[in-house]
């Protein structure tokens, strides 16, 4: 399946950003010369109106033949201007996503930086897992023991330690 021209699957935002100035450009080059063909063409369409007025048949039809000539290629270029303005505001819509697809965070990643940041290796995911349960454990049996230390010196006041 061949890529439409304002697919911009596969680049990053740069190259994406590269790729519609490019059609930005092609556009506003294509606008100029649609106005020059404008210019052309309002410049036949005098000329036919001078030889009308001055009553020169062969004139106006060669006048006229240049003008249609003109006018096909302006409205050619219309269709050319009509397509690049669409096919870069399609372009324009993908780029927040290519932005996104950037930013996106890699969570095995960051989990392996965070890993790394205090002092662990990658891949001993088990063994820190296991070390926090432990700790856990560790509290909690030091929070029973004082616990326990506690309901004992409460039930013999006279006995402080």
Known sequence: MEQQPE?????????ARDYILGHLSTLK???????????EREKWEKRMSLAESLGQPDLV??????????????????AEIDTLKTQIQQMQRQLPALKARER???TDLLEQEL?????????????????????????EQAAQAAL????KKMQNPQNPS
């Open 115 to 139: 890993l790394m940041t205090t002092g662990h290796l990658p891949g001993e995911e088990e063994g820190t897992a296991t070390e926090r349960a432990l700790s856990a454990l560790e509290k």
């Open 29 to 39: 080059l294509t606008e100029k010369q649609k106005e020059e063909l404008r210019q």
């Open 104 to 106: 996106s965070i890699d």
């Open 7 to 15: 697919d911009l699957r596969g680049m990053s935002p740069e190259e």
């Open 148 to 151: 326990e230390e506690l309901k």
């Open 61 to 78: 039809e060669e006048a006229r033949k240049k003008r249609d000539e003109v006018l096909q290629k302006e409205t050619q270029l219309q």
